[in-house]
Structure formats: C-alpha cells, structure tokens
C-alpha cells in the first residue's frame, strides 16, 4: 500500500508489455517512465519479431497465390524479387508503427527514456541513456518487460554471418540459395516459409517427431503436407550435432535414426530453437526479485514479484511467449498497482502461427486433455465443405470445438486453415464467455465465410451439421 | 435369488471404496450396466453388473470399503437363468473386455456422460471371428481410399469390435472407422498422413484374434466423437503392460524427451501459480467476483452449462455473509442477548439504526472478544529524554509534511520490538493448528474519527525511518477523518496501536485486533516523581497497556515485550541511530 493514490512507475523494456502498461499507468493518472534502447517503444514484437514477420509473410503469401492462379486459369511470370526495395518497404512498416507509438506515448505524457536501465534497490534504477549519460531515479513501482532473446545452443554457436537467428534472418541481406532452419517451432516455420517463396530451398530440422511440438496433431497435419511441397525437406527424429563453416557454406552433421544423409553444406542456417527470458538485469540481485530454473522471473497472479515493489510482465515471466499475452498481464499489473483487485486469469490465450495454412488455437487443447486424462468432447469441421475455402481453392482446413462432455460448454478451439488467426477471435470470445455448443450453434454466421466453419463445428457436436453428413451413432 | 459379488477389478486391487451407487431396491437391472462407482488406489472404476433382473437387497452402502467378491446386492426375477452364465463370465476378463465400463475418470470430472450403443459409423462391418488382422473396410460408393489423420491405437493397445481406431479423410469427408476385430494391436502398419486404400491392411493383432466375447446387448459404450474411445483403449493398453501413462504415450504425442522448443500450454496460467480449472463465468463476472472478495470456484452457476452471471456472484456474496453472521450468532460461539426492557417506560427514547462503521466495529470487536482470551499488561516508560528527541526531529517531520507525534515513534519502536518477538507479529490458525509468522511489519493506528474508530495500517514500518512513519501517519489519519480511507488501506495489519493520550487516561484494556494477537494501547503521559540514582526526580512518564491474546502469548513474555518497549522509549539513541 502506497500513501500516494497515484504512484510514479517506470516500466523497464518498451515492448507490447512495457507499452500497455504504461499506457494504461499514464491513463490512470500516474506518473510514468518508459525505459528501451530504442528510438520509439515497440520491443521485439514490433522492431524483430511479429511485426516485420507478418510483414513478409503477407509477400510471400502473394508469390505463393501468383503461382497457384495458373489452376484458375491466369498465368504470371515468375515474379522478380527487389530486395532493397522489399527491406525498406517492411523497414517503413516498423518505422510507421513505432513512430505512433512514439506519438502516443508523448500524447500520454510518458517520459520516455532512450537507455538501459539497471537496479540500485527496489525502488531506483540506474539509467545509461543511449546519448551517454546516467541517471539514478527513484519511484514507487517499477515493472520489468524486459522481454526475452533468441536462445542458442551453446555447443553449436558458430561466429558466422551466415549462421542467423530469428533477428538476421528478419534484416533479409540476402536470399541464400539454401537455408537450413534448425527447429520446426513456429518462428522456424514462419521464417521459412518467407525464404522459400523468396526461392531459397529451404529444409528444417527437427529433434521431435512433428512439426510445431506441443500443437494438436491434427491442426499440424495440413500444414505439414504443405510445407512438404514447398520446402526442400523436413527432417524429423533428428538433430545437428556439429555446425562448420567451409568456403562454400556450413557444413551441418545430424543425428538421428531416420537420416538419409548425415551430412549436407547450406549457404545460410537460421537458428530458431527457442526464447530465453531476459531476467540478467544489472542489479536485479540488489532488490528481492526471484528468478525461476528455466531464467523466468517469478510472479504471483498481481505479476508482482517476490519484492514488493516489483512487478513483472511479458516474456520475462514465461510461456506463452506471445505479445498479446505481455500486453494483458501488462495492464493487469498496473491495475493491481492502481489498487484493483485484479488477477491474471484469462480461460484463452489464443496462439496464432501465421504459416500458409495458419492454425490457431485457445483454451484447452486434445493433446493437453490427455495428458490430464480429462473427459472431452470433439467436434470437427472439415473446410472442403465450406464454401468459402473452396472458393479461396483452399479446403485443406478444419475448425474443431472441444467440449465439456456434460455441459456442454466450449473449452477449446483449434484451427487449421487460410486466414484462420482472424478467426480464433471468436473462439476466444466462445471459451472466456462459456459459451456453450447451442449459443455458437444459433449465432447465426454470415455465408459464404470461413467464419461458418465454427457455427458448423458446433452442429456437428448435435450430428446435425449442414453441410457435412455425419451422424452421431443412435 | 442370485447375488452380484464385486469382480475381479485388475491385477493386484483386491478392494476399493464405494464412491457412488447408481441403484437402490427395486431398480431392474441389465447385465453390462453400470451399478457402483468404485475408487481404488488406481483409479475411479465403474462396475457392471453381470446380473439382470430386480435389485432386492443391497448389502453395501456408499463410503464403505468393498473387497472383490464381496456380496453388492441381490436381484429376484426371470433373468436369472441367464444370470448364473453370465456371473461365471464376470471376474478378470470383462471389465477389460469391455473397457469402456472401466473407465478410469478423474475425480474432480463429471462421471454422468452421456451413454449410447456403439453402431458403426461409416459401414456397418461384422466382425470377422478370429482374425488377425484389420483391413481398411468399405467406406462407401466410390471411396477407395482416404488420407490417414489420426490414429487411435498403437502396438499393445487392446481393441475391441466397434470401437473407432482411426480417423480417415476422404474426398467427401472425415470419418471414424471403427474396428471389427478384438484383441491385442501387435503391429500397426500405416502412419498419420498416409494414403490407405480399402482392403489394405492397417494392423495385426497379438497371437491371432481374443475369441470374441459374447458382448452383452446393452454394454454401454461412451461416445465422444473417438476422443473417450481412443483414451479407454488408452487406458487398457495400459493396464495390459503395467505401464504408467508416461511410458505408454500414444503414437501421436511427442518422444518424452523435452522438447526446446514447445508452443505454449494454453490454460492461461501464471507459471508457478496453482493451477486451476477455467470457470464457466464471463471475464466481468470473474472480476466482480475478485472485488467482492469471492472465490468464484466456489461459485454455483444457475446459466446454461452452468455458467456463472453477475447475480449468481452476488447472491453467493450475501449468502456467504449470511452464514457468517450466522455462525456467529450460532450456539456456542455467541451467547445470545437478553431481551431488552422497553425503556420507554420510564421515559422517551430515539431508535437509531447501527450503520456503517458503528457496524462493523461492533461485529468485528465482538467477534474479537469472543475468540480472543484476552489479557492486559501495563507498564511504565520514561520518556522525559525522548521528549527531547521528539522535539529534535520535529522540524524534519514537520518538512515531510508530517507531525512527530508519540504515536509516530511508538510505530518504530514496536516495529523493532516485534522483529525481536516475532509471537506478537502471529497469527492462529486454530482450525489448522498453525502458528502464521508474518514476515512484514504492517502496524494499524487507531484513529478516532466522528463516523467512529478506523485503523489504517501502514505497511513494512520497519523499512521506514521516524520522519517517514511521521508523514505517512499523517497524512493517513487525515484521509481517515476526510472519509477518503480505501479498504485496502486498511487490510494486512500485523499489530496494532492505539493512542488515547490525547484524551487523557491513566491506562486501559485496548481489545486486540483479531485476527493479530496484540495490540498496545497509549495514555497520557505525566509528570512523576521517580527515584533516580538517590533521590526522586521529576520525569514524564508514559504509561503503556498492551493487550494479547493468551492463546499465543505467555505473560512472561507479554512482560518482556512490553519491558523491551519500554526501555526502547527510555533509550531514544538508539531510536536515533536506527532512524
Ligand atoms: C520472429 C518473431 C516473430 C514473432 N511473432 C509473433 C506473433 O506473430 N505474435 C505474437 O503474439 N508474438 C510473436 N512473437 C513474440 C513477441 O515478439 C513477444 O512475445 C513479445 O515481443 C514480448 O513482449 P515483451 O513486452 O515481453 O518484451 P519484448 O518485446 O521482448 O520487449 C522487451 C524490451 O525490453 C528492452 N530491454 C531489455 N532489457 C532492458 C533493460 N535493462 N533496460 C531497458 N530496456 C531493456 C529490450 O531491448 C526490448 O526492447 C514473435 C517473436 C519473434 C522473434
């Protein structure tokens, strides 16, 4: 409890998390500071991570559609790739929205401070400002979002330009005319995808036996056959046990019981095998901040800390790792500083992988309900009975609605298909409102879109499903 | 007459508990039908019965332990010609025969799911008697083949006729296809993703085809679009190899190994936070609940599937403090108060309602008094030196914005006593029969405002240094009398002080602040005689009352603490060093 109604804050790190909380602070009618490196808040998600990819998975998903328009009859040439113009046409997408949020953070009155910052006690820090100076400054609250960086593989780091991570890999200074993409998660796959329409063959390998580990299979399975056409390889069961680099490439050895060829020379490797939390800040010993095994700051459901006056929000506290998820805790947080009783606990966070299919889920998933050995119900939704995805000449989809057996209320929704990452919004919607199979099946959902996969998912629960004829057993 | 004894359950459980029986005297029963829900060391098993006719007489009762072959009930009636083939049929074989009546469940799950016959979905298929092998059936006109998306059944997994093992894609849909053979999966001949054509062969079994039991006609089998199946015969194969679930993973979960890179859980939990089931309540819902201080897991939902709305949440707010109230008023808690004369009697009288604060003193000292036996030390402490001190520091509090009164040091002081006598930073957990230490220092201050007795409490008084306790005191007593106190500037408390020496007095019985165990109360301080080095003196004395709870509190060390309190006024230096 502070004798200050309107406590002064400083949130560490400008990304997704760090900008909403202190948005929401300044809104609230606190004094806050907002301390990044950069020039304008945004943080990973909008310098290197979200944003650029979805910038260049938009180009990739257009070469993709220019070639498949010869099955509907219109032919282009292969299309002709200028990559500086590409570059700083995504460059000036990041530049657009940083500078917004650089607008709307002097908008809100938030100092914002160029600079790193690091702890002298709980309640200073010490800020180097990128211009040179230092400064210590006190407050009442301090939030971390310091967020979380490429993780490496200690025993394969290689100090090679043509050895990435997700980062170099999102600068595009070239198009290689092989990559390997080491990790089938869904930064891999993301990144991969953009390369391979861009013309590098690109092969990923994975230690697991699937693609996107920890997903339902069955979302992945589309995507997988996808993907199997439009990269070189896939390797599964497998892993790199030596990077070298040689005047041609990297020469990558693997292991694994189902290699053909152990070893192969690539131009480029990208290395995506996970984020690590950024919870080494400078002095974080000095307050009592405590960090988890797997380096993830520990909060209680405030995202308050072990010290009191401490709160922390994002990547830095652990999975999911997304932006949407850093930006809701953010604002949770600076709602409990602001005297709220509030607590993190959504039912749905959704996860988006933006490959060509995408799938998207939220709430409970098959694969956890097994593992809990929990009683569900499920419900699928072939596309190529949608109208829409036959149009679209994309009916490799499927919508499922995972149910509670007795009530009947929506747990889960998982998708696979074009565009479903708009789509998962209503599953959202559906899990955090316990929304039952009858409400999502009388919603009426306007046709022909994809969106009536979901309507449809739920009659299929009832065996009655327009468009697909399966009927429960009698 | 024939008896139903309790089957075999499973290797090595020879008893379990009756969690639930689904049938009661009279009931007529059929064979494979579900009579008693049983939890064993393993797991939560559904029996069936092995007999039809009329339940008689049920010898067992819900909560008692039963042992296999034990007598359950009793049934009169024309089935039981047929009944003694089936008893002899009973033990070790058919519960795993049919898996779906053994159906481990969790607990905390629903166990009333919906039940119906399993009738092939996509042909109707007849079993082939003593197979080896399951081949792709037909599908339908024109389908020759589909693309394998998911498979229900590894190698060692028991099947069973109709039970779905796989998930096909064809041209025109996904369908469920189920077995027609029984036995033991041994090999499993195609993988998720492949092309299978009909007639191709998609497993093998163990040793040639288990005769196939009679199947009782109304053997109940859950239907869940697979999902329950695929897990019965999870669960099967797992009982069948003695492995735990870890072990007997099915084919499309991940190698155990751990995994980089996995996408995240998604169950919306904080990391190392309990984790909890999703409640069926809107976010609005959940959050009103959080500010009316409702668990809203205990919550009961009067919505479809039991959704939780805005008045479900109130309702059981109002009824939680009914009950509280209650149980307050409840025999042996409170005694109840005499009925009141009429006063009016003997003269005139005005009726006021008790409100707000009035209100809540009166329930929260009442309760306090009632649960607390309460004893009073008193003491003395010369304060002519820290009088001085007091003086000395004024001018810094007063630059604060705070005025460095009695009561201002008294929080320093009893924030340093209490680090040395952590009982009286405590609470009872009678109920658990747990001491609780706190390991912060929040004191409450009465204050006496004209809506009545509020006590803000300042938090980690200990970290705070005599100016800083000054301003904060301050400013907090004036947000009291301004009414602009949160309640949250009033909860966490760990010890409290009153100060009446504004007043006047020469000492008190303060009531402890339950749920703390102490509370030290301050009177005026005056001038006395005090015999010093010879002679008496004349000294400001302060006199000092400290109530606490004997539960907790020894009177020894009430005196100790209360001494140490007293010598710490006595010896303002070191008040000034810790500053
Ligand atoms: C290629 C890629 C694609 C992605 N795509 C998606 C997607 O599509 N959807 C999605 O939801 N998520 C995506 N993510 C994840 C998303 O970027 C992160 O979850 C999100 O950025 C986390 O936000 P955050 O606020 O916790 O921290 P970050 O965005 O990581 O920001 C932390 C900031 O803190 C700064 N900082 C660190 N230490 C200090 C210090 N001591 N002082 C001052 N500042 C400091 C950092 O420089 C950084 O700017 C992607 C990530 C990558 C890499």
Redesign the interface.
Known sequence: ?S?NPKPSIAVLGGGPGGYAAAFLAADLGMKVTLIDPEVNPGGVCLYRGCIPSKALLHVAKVIDESHQAKNWGIEYSDPKIDLPRLRSWKEGVVKKLTGGLGQLSKARSVQYIQGQAAFENSTTLRVAKTGGAEESLSFDRIIIATGSRP?I?PSLKLNSARVMDSTGALDLSEVPRSLLVV?G??IGLELGTVYAALGSKVSVVE????L????D??LV?PL??RVEKIFDSILL?TTVSAMKEEASGIRVTFEGQEIKEREKVFDKVLV???RKPNSEIPGLDKTQVQV?PRG?I????Q?QTHD?AIYAIGDV??????AHKASHEGRTAVEAIA???????????P?VVFTDPEIA??????????K?????????F?W??SGRAVTLDRPEG?TKLIF??????V??VGIVGVGCGELIAEGVLA????A?A??VALSIHPHPTLSETLMESAEVFFGTSTH??????? | MTEFKLPELGENIDQGDLVRLMISPGASITEGQPVMELETDKAVVEVPSSVAGTVKEIRVKEGEKVKVGQVIFTVENGAGGKTKAAEAKAPAGKISDTPAQSVAQPKTESRSVERRAVAPQAAAIPATPGATEFRLPELGENIDQGDLVRLMISSGTKVSEGQPVMELETDKAVVEVPSSVSGVVKDVRVKEGQKVKVGQVIFTLEGGAAPQPERAKHAPVEHADGQHEARVAFQAAIRAEGKTEEQALPPDQPRPTAPMFAMPEQLGKVAGTEHREPVAAAPHVRRLARELGVDIHDVKGSGAGGRINEDDVKAHSKALLTSATAAAHAPGTYLEEPALPDFAKWGKIERVPIRGVRRKTAEHLRIAWNTVPHVTQQDKADITELEQLRARFAPKAEEAGGKMTVTAIALKVCASALKVFPQFNASIDMAKEEIIYKQYINIGVAVDTDRGLLVPVICEVDKKNIVELAAELTQLSKKARDKKLTPTEMEGGTFTITNLGGIGGTGFSPIVNHPEVAILGLSRSSMEPVWLSGKFEARRVLPLSLSYDHRLIDGADAARFLRWIAEAFEQPFLLSVQG
């Open positions: 409890m004798d993780a593989i990790g998660g869904y230690m697991l036996a699937g996107l580990p920890g997903a299979r069955d399975l997988h056959k069961n995506s095998v996970g988890g993830f520990q909060v209680n459901k995202l009191p506290v652990g999975e999911p790792m997304l005297g709220h009783k509030v607590a993190f606990e959504p039912n749905a966070i996860a889920w939220c709430g409970l998933t098959e694969t956890q309900a097994q809990e050995n929990r009683q569900i119900k499920v419900a699928r072939p190529a009975a499927m509670d057996p007795e009530t009947e209320r747990l889960g899990v955090e409102m316990a039952t009858t409400d697909v004829y399966r009927p429960k057993p009698r």
